[in-house]
């Protein structure tokens, strides 16, 4: 099965908002409310900092959100700062296997 | 506090087997899939399927069937991956994580390196 489709790289200024989009289709982010994003520091494992497209886990800042519009889902990070520089990646549940598919991920890079 | 304690690294030559293991607390084993994630080195996350903690049932993703095998030993609250005829592509670091429909606690990563 294809790869979720995000932006390769995401960059900012601090301070500034960004949005990195996660597209599918209508087998995963169309059909489902399964979709979850994960920060990923180098040599670190992923973190979960959205679920079921808009909920936040407890410990997550508020700079983060997500959205979904059919196939698209969105990730925006407001008021950026030098800890956000990681890599995403989105993910949604897919029918095609019954099993989850994960984005190629996005490199966030804080100027 | 939930935690996944995995395995620690592994050096296998081309053709053998690896078996990782990881080790659930901090909540009901059973009440939650277990989730395989695998990542290449320099590459993105895959999704290699997932068991049902309470049956025992894996489900495995494309590209991940027939070498691959998901299972469990509940008495101990721990999920193994087990890779057969390991191949230098497998080598990559090997996530388990909680729940399928969004992995909401992930292990530390086990290192699986294919050299001979």
């Known amino acids: 099965q294809s790869a979720l489709t995000q932006p390769a790289s995401v960059s900012g200024s601090p301070g500034q908002s960004i949005t990195i989009s996660c597209t599918g289709s209508?087998?995963?982010?169309?059909?489902?409310?399964?979709v979850s994003w994960y920060q990923q520091h180098p040599g670190n494992a992923p973190k979960l900092i959205i679920y079921?497209?808009?909920y936040r886990p407890s410990a997550i800042s508020n700079r983060f959100s997500g959205s979904k519009s059919g196939n698209t889902a969105s990730l925006t990070i407001s008021g950026l700062q030098a800890e956000d520089e990681a890599d995403y990646y989105c993910?949604?549940?897919?029918?095609?296997?019954?099993?989850?598919?994960f984005g190629g991920g996005t490199k966030v890079t804080v100027l | 506090q939930v935690q996944l304690v995995q395995s620690g690294s592994e050096l296998k030559q081309p053709g053998a087997s690896v078996k990782v293991s990881c080790k659930a607390s901090?909540?009901?084993?059973?009440?939650?899939?277990l989730v395989w994630v695998r990542q290449a080195p320099g590459q993105g996350l895959q999704c290699m399927g997932w068991?049902?903690?309470?049956?025992?049932?894996?489900v495995y993703a494309q590209g991940f069937t027939g070498r691959f095998v998901f299972s469990l030993d509940t008495s101990v609250s721990t999920a193994y991956l087990q890779i057969n005829s390991l191949k230098a592509e497998d080598t990559a670091v090997y996530y388990c994580?909680?729940?399928?429909?969004?992995?909401?606690?992930w292990g530390q990563g086990t290192q699986v390196t294919v050299s001979s």
């Open positions: 993910s949604s549940f897919t029918s095609t296997t019954s099993t989850a598919i």
């Open positions: 901090g909540y009901t084993f059973n009440s939650m899939s």
């Open positions: 994580a909680r729940e399928i429909k969004h992995l909401d606690y």
């Open positions: 209508t087998s995963d982010i169309g059909r489902y409310n399964y």
């Open positions: 068991i049902n903690t309470n049956t025992g049932d894996p």
């Open positions: 079921e497209v808009t």
